[in-house]
């Protein structure tokens, strides 16, 4: 394999991030610039937090009117505050927060979070103060986080610079969010669920340190295995994709999106334009990076958890093990509506199974080993099912029962489980009785679901994780060789059919024929039916006046043809300066592709069905150009009609390659000119395997 | 109103229920067969519940080795029960199931509970005990609930058969289960939840009472507000369908389906056969009867207890109120992407938020109070969401704060909603924290979600619930007036074209014409262009010889085309008999309608987008045959092919109504001719408003 740009750039940023640790989550000493003995204030929160959670360094509360806070004494000015001192906390009121910012930098404090709130989320003059800050951080060099922020955590340091009260379980998973109210909320609600965090920050206003920076801090961090995110934007999208791909290629990255910002009213000309809004761009941008979007925050997280804790499943055949029928049905209908299969058992699986169960259990998949069975049934069945090559991973369902104790099951399974490389998830189902069952399985890293069904979307998460994994692996990159000036004029004159060609799509055969006989000539020349159209300089609307004939086939229909045309013409007072005589494509599968140019992350290849009906199905994806063949081809088999260029019904297998071709080539024309604002070819006629496809009709606009 | 047959039954049911209470929910003694000293028997574990959860009528068990249990009294025989008992659960081994059966008829005990497995679940031998218990059963009248089965649970009367630990808080919600280990998990899951029951019920293997049976018992329960269920299948499609009809006029009815069964290897004739698989059929059933599907576990209780607690939303506008920015933007996220509104607030409103929320406050829809606002200035906000006649219901969030406690918001949102008519829902989110809040809310009967993005699933279920009710109101019924004698002739020759003709479908106009002459006359009948195509006894591809020719408007081009045909005739060496002369029909939406059987539900009509594609894009629904005028168009409106049909860029508005009466035909159809077992119109091309629609190809077969 060669070092391609991406290896490169990731190991300069380890090199990078090898020589200096992050102050933000790992500071030598903190000052509390507006720390507060009034228990009520957010500056006397972030004290009690950094003392409470067991910050190791220096802790240097500064006010210059409390002689001690908590028990720790108390700096007039942060000059004073005493070596080594590397991350300050400025809790003071907006207007003070200059003069605080400008005393760190004289005191050499190269990194700053500000949980102050009032400036830019308020309006014009806060947006001012935002702006003076950012001149002096400038000057000295200092990094800010914030501010209307609400800080760092790091359970490992361990280090927690806000004011929330609640400190999570040390853990795997990093969260970088654009909300403090969500990392609140998050703090409190993973309290006590088994879900464990390494590092966790609150972006706020962003005015310095964005979510794309922090990406690269929180992936190098050792402790995370997951990162994840809460974010309503991007500062700057293809430093986000870079920083991104990058990142995912090393660690899980989940995200939850908000805020859909659809710019509803922008005009479109094309389908491709009304078809790629802004929800659109980012979950092209997401797939592009191999960032996995999860819908509601208990799913991001039951992903983190399991991807942090369980190897990735090497394929997606499911094996589900229960001691109740109803629970496993319910787990087997979401596994298949999730794409999962239900592993068929080997043989030698199945008879040890019949021997080793009670009589009545079921030993195909599901394999129930019923009510009155117990943890040692389990066990044997589980090494059964891990050991069974049709496997790739298990679901564990243990329904209620009184029969032997859920700490028990917890316990086999997590040793089991680990004695193969092969995905474990359990549901052992119920609240009140299992508490401690669940215990036992955090310790084991083995997740549990409350209810079977959710077993699904984890499970699919973790096969969409593999599946990207070796997609980017497999990618090779593309350099078409173009004629530079031909194109180049080509698109001055905005002759987009020109443009293609020069890129290798092709169009129907076509020749102008200036009088019957050498229309009779040309037909001769093209293989099957031509369609024969009118040539005029004042009659626009050709088929409505019977300009246009299609199908035909024969010499005698070639000159009936132009004999029509020609009265055509006359009835219509015209003039005729020939027929085009035209390749004609039918009966092949049409679709649409083209390329537009999101704000944020530049330019993007559609595929999907086309037609008119285009925007009716909305079978379309997309992807970041410029596109290589592995992404072009993954981008195709997301949509429906790839069924059908396969080989579908009355249709041959289509010449795919072909189409991957002209989506490379759009691509590559979106790198190669961005004056071009949007092209789309629409419908491309796919022709059978090795005959080509053909563009029928192209319209594109420059800037 | 008339009074329509499902209101006349709907009496006729509540007269049955008012005579006579069911004793397997309201006992007035119980006899438990099989009682065992044994703590770990399950024979022990019913009579300890029948105790410990308070049953206050007799508890009799039987047991003829003991003097006592639980310091209840036992008896050697049923027989020697005293009155009143009308209520026995038997939980002896499977052998002696029968005699205890026996013994109960004659001691005159009109329900039993059978909790003993070991039946028909385990094989043949286990299916004939089945049918002795049944003879038996049907020779004293007496109902049974089982075997292998957990029994019934009323948390009012209160009465709980089962052996399994822990008891449901008295609630609304009802449910019937076909899965036993789901009713256990949900007991043990539901404690502390703030998820109420009303009476819970698990079949088992349902020899006599079954999932419909139960229906009304549970509906006629004047605790129970909501119907949930747990069900793998149907005992009798078209019973189970009545009966759930009328049942979720009166009450919410939401259920959980397990078990696909696709049959995949059943041959299929039609495209219509292909896409009606056992899946569909249950979700089209579940919707004809409004039946509300939910995914999850979690899902369905959540509709059920908002259902339970809130009126349902007049509409579907949604006021958002929250103190942090993230939440709500992931609430408003997945409320737009449920088809909800984000409410436009009213001017008064906006004017009396601006005035008493702080300056920085969002006043626009999401109402944002910001951090730090605590109870007061959310109860100023709600009355005013509350008031606005813009907003159909409100979603009201809280992110983790220091500044209030939680219970106090929690008591004024349920102060301020009782006071108004709408749907309130809260998201107090985080868990370690809020625990008092949500006990609060649970007693203000404010449904809370965990996260707010959940609210969003929940209303959309409530305005299904509601939408579903309306349009149940304006259904009318229809009977086409047929010619039933030539109906019968022509279902007897399988001529579909004809009978469709009969039941009012359009075909495109058309005339056979034996001369050259005769073609041009009949061209001359058909408005616009036709089509010419050869009558031959021999030829059958007709098109692949060159015998059709589309497209023909003047008399030259007839002429021209007979020609044409009678020449590649002649090459052919085959026989011409004449041409069909056929109105054309291009450039019009198409679309499939038909109709398929269910095994289980009976006749289903299916609508969607039509043509060679049907397949690939699956924009098909079904709806239940026969269709009322509104059925009908309810079920065309939830097909994405429905939006071209209103009128779609180059499309003009089709005409629906034409559509709607060949949807309705074929619904009379399936209803007046079971033997026909499918029958499709694929396309079926819809002409603009007031032109009807044409079938282009219809095919059919008998069973």
Known sequence: MFCDIDTLRLIELKFYHYLMTDPFFAPKGVAIIGASQDAHKLGHGVLRNLIQYRYKGGIYPVNRKAYEILDKP????????????????????????????????ERGIGHVVIVTGGFSETGEEGKELENELMEIANSYGIKIIGPNCIGTID?????????????????EIGFISHSGAMVAAIIDWASGSGIGFSRIVSLGNQIDVNETDMIRSIAEDPNTKVITGYIEGVADGLKFMEQARITAREKPFLMLKGGKGESGAKAVASHT??????????????????????????????????????????GNRVAVLTNAGGPAILAVDALEKQGLHIASLSEDTRSFLKKRLPKAASINNPVDVLAGSGPGTYTLALEALLSDDNVDSVV??????????????AEVVGEVAWSHDKTVITSIMGKASVGDALKILQKRRIPNVAFPER?????????????????????????????????????????????LELYGVNFPEEFMAKTIDEAVDYSNKIEGGVAIKLVSDDISHKSDIG???????????????????????????????GVIVQEMVTNTPEVITGFVRDDQFGPMVLFGSGG????????????????????????????RIHKKLTGWRQFPESDIKSVIGVLQALGQIAIDYPQIKELEINPLSVLPKTEGSRALDVRGSLK
């Open 455 to 499: 077993s699904a979307s984890v499970l699919s998460a973790m096969i969409e994780r593999r599946n990207w994994l070796k997609s980017v692996e497999r990618e090779s990159g593309s350099a078409l060789k173009v004629n530079a000036d031909e194109a180049d004029q080509a698109v001055e004159e905005s002759d987009w059919k020109k443009l």
């Open 396 to 409: 564990v369902i243990q329904a209620p029962q009184d029969w032997f104790l859920p700490v028990s099951l």
């Open 273 to 314: 334009g009304a078809l790629a809004g802004s929800s659109e761009a980012f979950k092209t941008a997401f797939k592009h990076c191999g960032i996995q979007e999860a819908e509601t925050i208990e799913e991001m997280f039951e992903w983190a958890r399991a991807m942090a804790w369980q190897p990735l499943p090497k």
């Open 612 to 639: 008119t009906d285009v925007e009716l199905y909305k079978d379309v994806e997309m992807g970041i150009a410029p596109l290589s063949e592995t992404a072009a081809s993954e981008l195709m088999k997301r949509t």
């Open 74 to 105: 108390c700096y007039s000015s942060v000059s004073e505050v005493p070596d080594p001192v590397d991350l300050a906390i400025i809790v003071v009121p907006a207007r003070a927060v200059a003069g605080s910012l400008q005393e760190c930098g």
């Open 155 to 171: 359970t490992h340091t361990p280090v927690n610079t806000t004011f929330v009260v609640g400190m999570p379980e040390p853990g």
């Open 547 to 577: 300009g246009v004939v299609l199908g035909v086939e024969t010499d005698e229909e070639v000159r009936a043809a132009w004999t029509k045309i020609e009265s055509a013409v006359k009835a219509y007072d015209g003039s005729m300066k």
